[in-house]
Nanobody, 124 residues
Framework: QVQLVESGGGLVQAGGSLRLSCAAS????????MAWFRQPPGEEREFVAA????????FYADSVKGRFTISRENAKKTLYLQMNSLKPEDTANYYC?????????????????WGQGTQVTVSS
């Protein structure tokens, strides 16, 4: 069983930055591919970024490429999402997700474990 707890969301002005964290309670965190998804109000959940076991391979949605950075600290069992140059369209509830194995996906159904989400609101 994997439990994921996100933190770091909040209200920020356009152009600002936020850093999200996701703490995992699992013995073998380093054996999970991790990802961030987001769900804007009234819309479906969408892929943001993913990171493989070692942290050396990362993948991003086109909408956040060059502005967001996903990273992980396996020793601390923590996933991060550094968000810079935030835009009002980045407003959403952000979710941390875990998938066992070293194989990433941008599909919601590919991930087995989810956090409760943290709200990010970007004002114009």
């Amino acid at each position: 069983q994997v439990q994921l707890v996100e933190s770091g969301g909040g209200l920020v002005q356009a152009g600002g930055s936020l850093r999200l964290s996701c703490a995992a309670s699992v013995r073998t965190f380093s054996e999970y591919t991790m990802a961030w998804f987001r769900q804007p109000p009234g819309e479906e959940r969408e892929f943001v970024a993913a990171i493989m076991w070692s942290g050396r391979s990362t993948f991003y949605a086109d909408s956040v490429k060059g502005r967001f950075t996903i990273s992980r600290e396996n020793a601390k069992k923590t996933l991060y999402l550094q968000m810079n140059s935030l835009k009002p369209e980045d407003t959403a509830n952000y979710y941390c997700a875990a998938r066992y194995g070293n194989n990433w996906s941008e599909l919601v159904q590919a991930y087995d474990y989810w956090g409760q989400g943290t709200q990010v609101t970007v004002s114009s």
